[in-house]
C-alpha cells in the first residue's frame, strides 16, 4: 500500500502530472494482452529519466513496494499483470531513439520506442533490426527484451537476445549498471547483458539498450506449400534444414486455422487442406532464387499438393499478413481465446502437432495450431469461454499435458512468449528443482525485498489460469 | 588442505588411479599459459562421469575445498591457475562427441572434447561449427565455452556464447542442472546457459554441451591489403563494413608484429608496411566474389599499396596461419610475452592503436599489436622479461593505462581472453562497483562456500601480473 507520505515523495520526483492513482487509471494498467489474469495496481508512474527511476526504484525498494515495468503489455504471459498490487511504470517519456551509428551497425534507444518504429528508423539507413514479434506495430523494445521477444524471422535471425548488445539497467536496490556496450566481444564479467534480457523485469527495471544491426538483405521472395497431410509438411520442414537452407521464415498453419485466418483475411488462401508452409527467403537475389527453388523441389518431393512463389511484393505482404493476424482471427470466434507456446527440436513437430490434437479430441476442446515450423515453436490456440468453469478445468488439464509432452520431446514450455505469471506454474517441468533453485538463489541475491515484477515467473502455488485475480 | 578422510572419500569416488597427488602431478597442473602466474594445487582428480563430480563438488563443498575445472589450460587470464590451492579437475575421461544430429543441426558433447577434432567431425557431415580460437587445435569445447573463447570468425560468426543452446551442469551444491535444449527459441525462466558461458567455472562445473550448427559455407576467398598508415588501414575496416560488408574474418597486423611474423613463418609477407590487413569472406561463391572485389575496391580508395587476392588455397591457409601464429613467432623473442586483449567499437582502432603506441613509448616498452579489427578486439603484446622488476612494473602501469584508455572509447578490457586472475584488478573500470556487487551477489548465491575456482574474475586486492605467486 502506497502511504500518503510515500505518495509524496514520488510525486516529488515524477511530479503530479505523472504520478496516477484514479480508480481509472488504475483499472486501464491491471490486466495486459493475456486473457484471465487481472489484479488492480495501487498508482501508475511515468518517470521521465534514469535518475527518476533509481530514485523511485530505493523508495520501492525501502517501502516494499512492488514495482511492475510495463511497455505496451502485449505479453501473451501475464508478465505485465500487477498480480500483488503495487506501481505500474510507465515509459511514455523514454521513447527516444538516440543513436543510430552506421560505423559500428548498432541502434542505442530508450526502452518506450515502439519496435516497429525503430525498424523503420533503421531500415531508412539500409540497415536490418530482424526480430519481429507479431505485436511489433505496438510492443516496445523495453518489453520485447524482458520478454526475450521473437518472431517469424527468429530461425535464420535468432531472438530479441541476439541482438542485445549492451544495457543501462536500475537494479532492484537503486543502483545505475551498465552492461556491455558496441562491442562484438566482451567477456569482462558475468552475462548480466543476456541474464536481464528475457528475466521479465524481475532483476531490474531496463532503461537504455544498444542493439546490434545488420546489413539490409537485397532481396526477398516468399512461397507458400499446401499438404494434405501433417507429416508431410513436417517432413518438409525437416528436409529443408536437413540440406542446409535455413530460411528467414518457415510457417506453419493447420486446417483450423487456415479457415479461420481466411475467412478473417480474405485473401484468397485455400481452406480445404491440412496444413499450409508459409516459407520466406532473403538475401542476395541470386540465392535467394536458387533457395526458392530447392525449397519448391523438396516440398514437392514431400508430396505438396501445391507450391507456389508469390509474385509481386503486394502478395507476399497479403501471406506475411495472413500469417500474422493469424490470432486476431482466431479471437473473434469465441468469447476466450488462450494462446500457447511450446516448443520443440524442429524434427518433432509432427509427433508434437499429432499430440496436441490427441489432447484437444481426448477433452473435448477445439485447439488449431500454428506457428514457427522451423523453429519448433508452435502456438497451440484454444478456442473457449472463461465463464464455462468445466470447460477451462479441461483447457487447463490440456495445456499442462501439452507441456508435458513438448518437454518430454525435448522441449519447453514457452519458446518465446515468457513464463511471466502464466506459465509459473509448469516452469519445474522444464528447469527441475535444482534449476528452480538456482533461479530463486540468484532472484533472491539481487532483489531480497522481492519488489520488482513479483509474483512472476517464480510460481507462489499451483494456481493456474483459470482462477481469475481480481 | 585435503585430509586423509577426505582424501579416502575422493579415491572411493573416482579410483586410485584417476586421483593424482604427486608433486610432479601437482607441478604440472600448478600454472597454465598465462605467464607469471604460478600456485600449487592440492590434486588432481580425473571423474569418470557427471555423476563422480557432483559427488566430488558435494565433498567438496561440505569440506570448503577449492575446485578449478581445467580443460587443456590454454586460456590467457590464469582462468585455470589453482590459486588458492584446491583440487584441479581434469576431463580426460569426458571427450566423447555424444551425437551430431543432422535434422536440429546440433552436436552434443562432453567438455573434454578437442575444439579442432569437434570441428572436423562435424565438418565431415557437410556443418560448420564457426567459433576458431587461436588455441582451437589443442582447446577443449569445456575450456571454450568457461571463457567464452571467440577466434578470427566472430566478425561474421559470433562467439562461442552464441552457439551454445544448451548445458548440463553440477552446481557449487553438487546438484546437476539441465538449461536449454536443441531450441531455437527457450524463453523459460533465467538464461543460465549464458550466464554459465563465459562464468569461468566460477558458477558451477560444465558437464556436457548442446551446441548450434550451421550449413558449411561453399566458398572461401582471402586477401591480403597492405598500408603505409594505420589510420588508413583502420579506415578501410570501418568503410567495409559501412558498405554493409561483414567478412568473416578482419584481421589486422601492425609492423612490428608482421616482421616477427615473416621472421618465424617464412611465406614471403612484407615487412616494410605499417599495417596489414587480412580479410576473409565465405559464402556462395557468386557473393564470395562480388564482395571481394567491392572489398579490393575500398582499400585501394583508402590507399592501401597493395591489395591481393590469394589465387589458391595453399596460398590462403598460409596467410592465415602467418596470422593464427603471431603469438607464438612474437613469444620467441624474449623471455616473456604478455598479450593483452584490450577491445573498442571497431570505429575507434586507429584511436586505439595510435594509444598503444604512445603508452608504449611513454613507458619504454615494446609492444606489437595485432588482432581482429572488424571486432575492435586488439591484442597488444608486450615483449619482456618476468625477472627485469623495474621493467615488469612498467609494463603493468602501461596495460592499466591501456584498458583506461578502451573503456573510455566505449570499450571493455577483456573482448575474448577472460578475466581469470590476471584481468580481476581493472574489472571495475568495466562494471563499476554496481556492476562489481551484482556480480558478487550472484556468486554469493550459487557459491556461497566460495570453492568454485576461487581468486578468479573477483579480485582480492590489488595484486597484479607482476607478482608470481609460488
Redesign the interface.
Known sequence: MITAELREQLTAIVGNENYEDSKVSKLVYSYDATPQFQAMPDAVISPRNTEEISQIVRLCNEYQIPLVPRGSGTNLCAGTCPTEGGIVLLFKHLQSILEI?????TVTVQPGVITLDMIHAVEAK??FYPPDPSSMKISTIGGNIN??S?GLR??KY??T??YVLGLEVV?PNG?????G????????????T??L???EGT?GIITEATLKL???PPAKKTMLALYEDMEAAAESV?NI??N???PTTLEFLDRPTLQVVEDYAQIGLPTDVEAVLLIEQDG?L??VE?DIQKIAEICEQQQAISVKVAESEAEADGLRTARRSALSALARLHPTTILEDA?????EIATMVKAINEIAEKHHLQICTFG?A????LHPTCLTDGRNKDEMDRVEQAFEEIFIKAVEL??????????GMM?APY?HL??????????H??K???DPNNIMNPGK?FAKDTRKRVVVNK
Open positions: 551509428d552506421e560505423a559500428n551497425l539500409g540497415l520478454e526475450n521473437g527468429g530461425l535468432g531472438v537476445r541476439d537494479l543502483e545505475i549498471m551498465r552492461t556496450g558496441k562491442l562484438a566481444k566482451d567477456v569482462a564479467g558475468y552475462d548480466f543476456r541474464l534480457v528475457g528475466a532483476l545488420v546489413p539490409m525437416s534444414i536437413r542446409q537452407i535455413i542476395p541470386e540465392i536458387e516448443t520443440v527440436p524442429r524434427s514457427h522451423g523453429d519448433g515453436n525435448g522441449g519447453t514450455i514457452t519458446g518465446e512468449h515468457g513464463v506459465k516452469l522444464k528447469l527441475g528443482e535444482a534449476g528452480i533453485e538456482a533461479m538463489a540468484v533472491q541475491a539481487l515467473v
